[in-house]
């Protein structure tokens, strides 16, 4: 019932809706597919606030309406504009205690909200979790999309441009959302799902990735950065771009001058943009020690990054290459190429990749730059898990899906690295 009253000004003012009793929080899940349940429908869809369906409504012919009529059911909001409306009668439920409800829809943020991230929070079962370290779901085989999502919402500048921004491209759009729901620091549940994101990821990639087949991390970075770089650059530029890009300058001799084609070999030295730095793991022999046991190789990332100090030779082909960073991005990526195939448990390098996460010195042109590590994505026995480092709580933690625990440092490196962002410490 819609009843108002006038107050002494003679302004109408509206009686509390009788049906915020029935309101149940633990039953609101913002985080499906926005179609309506009953129809597919991916247009004006609200959310029942009693039993958490998806529904087009809510004029008298539509799903909203009826599912009031049949069930009982009294509240809705509008997954769009977050407004709340109180059906059969359809009038606006103005009501600041439901203000939880429409900022769960999809967080929003201020530069001054962040400083709530660097504190534990509880959700609606007084689970603890700390912002940004929310679990994702893995809804069948995307713990290869997970990993990414949680290593690009643990880059601080990127993340800031994801919370601050609103974003009229699809894809953009789904990741900062996504992200929004990652750092809320008043979730009515500590985890996340990803199925609008892993919707428009299918859409998007043509089905090269999607939530039911396991994938290469590394290849799904790839695309996302590229694909998202389309959509957001402004005369070539990207918060992409500014994160991540570096330039190499590549220098090749031939092995073999009288082999090589004029056609295909043009100049011998070329400079080329990156998003991230490809290290080869050294080849691993199968030997044993005298125990009979496997011994498993080790390697320090500072050797394997001699292949870009401008010096050291790479044989690819007939040519000798060096590599020289001249320009290096304020997070920079490693890929350690340790799949052999597209298998993620077998025929891969297993080698282990020592380094200090506090400092890591980058030949750039002649000098040494300074990083710091900020993620690291490992293999794990067939699937992925993320070391992110929290910039607000200063700790670290691991994350595979929907397990989160906080993690000492020095753990990290004893995992079979694959990608990992460093942070460029600036003086
Ligand atoms: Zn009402
Ligand atoms: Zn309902």
Redesign the pocket.
């Known amino acids: 019932m819609k009843r108002k009253l006038a107050d002494e000004n003679g302004i109408e003012n509206q009686i509390q809706c009788p049906y915020l009793g029935t309101i149940d929080r633990k039953?609101l899940d913002f985080d499906h597919e926005r179609i309506c349940s009953v129809t597919l429908s991916n247009t004006n869809i609200y959310i029942?606030?009693?039993?958490?369906?998806y529904?087009q409504g809510k004029s008298s012919k539509s799903q909203a309406y009826f599912?009031?009529v049949n069930?009982d059911?009294h509240v809705?909001a509008h997954l769009e504009s977050k407004r709340i409306f109180c059906l059969p009668d359809g009038y606006e439920v103005q009501e600041p205690s439901l203000e939880d409800i429409k900022y769960n829809i999809l967080p929003q943020y201020t530069k001054e909200d962040f400083v709530l991230f660097d504190r534990k929070c509880f959700d609606l079962q007084r689970k603890e979790y700390v912002p940004g370290c929310l679990g994702i779901n893995n809804i069948k085989a995307n713990d290869y999309v997970n990993v990414v999502i949680h290593a690009l919402s643990h880059v601080q500048a990127f993340r800031n441009e994801m919370l601050l921004g609103k974003f009229s491209k699809r894809l953009t759009s789904n990741v900062s959302d996504l992200i929004k729901k990652l750092w809320n620091p008043k979730a009515f549940r500590a985890n996340v799902s990803p199925h609008e994101l892993m919707a428009t990821i299918a859409d998007a990639s043509e089905m090269k990735f999607h939530s039911t087949k396991q994938s290469d991390p590394m290849d799904f970075l790839t695309w996302l950065l590229n694909s998202m770089h389309r959509e957001l650059k402004k005369k070539n530029n990207s918060i992409i771009h500014e994160c991540f890009r570096g330039f190499v300058k590549v220098d090749s001799q031939p092995i073999q001058p009288d082999l090589v084609d004029d056609a295909t070999f043009v100049e011998n030295s070329c400079v080329s943009p990156f998003l991230y730095l490809s290290l080869d793991l050294p080849p691993t022999p199968l030997y044993r020690d005298e125990n009979e046991e496997n011994i498993i190789p080790q390697v320090s990332l500072a050797l394997l990054l001699e292949k870009f100090n401008g010096t050291q030779v790479t044989e690819i082909g007939n040519f000798r290459k060096t590599y020289t960073i001249l320009e290096s991005p304020d997070y920079l990526i490693f890929h350690f190429k340790r799949f052999i195939k597209n298998n993620w448990s077998n025929e891969r390098n297993p080698t282990i990749v020592n380094y200090s996460v506090d400092s890591l010195g980058l030949p750039v042109n002649g000098e040494i730059v300074n990083y710091r590590l900020s993620v690291n994505i490992a293999h794990d026995d067939g699937c992925f898990k993320v070391h992110v480092f929290n910039e607000e709580t200063k700790n670290w933690y691991l994350m595979q899906d929907l397990a989160v625990r906080e993690i000492a440092p020095e753990m990290i490196f004893l995992s079979e690295s694959y990608i990992q962002i460093w942070k460029k410490i600036k003086h």
């Open positions: 039953n029942c606030l009693v039993c958490g369906k529904l599912h009031c069930e059911h809705f």
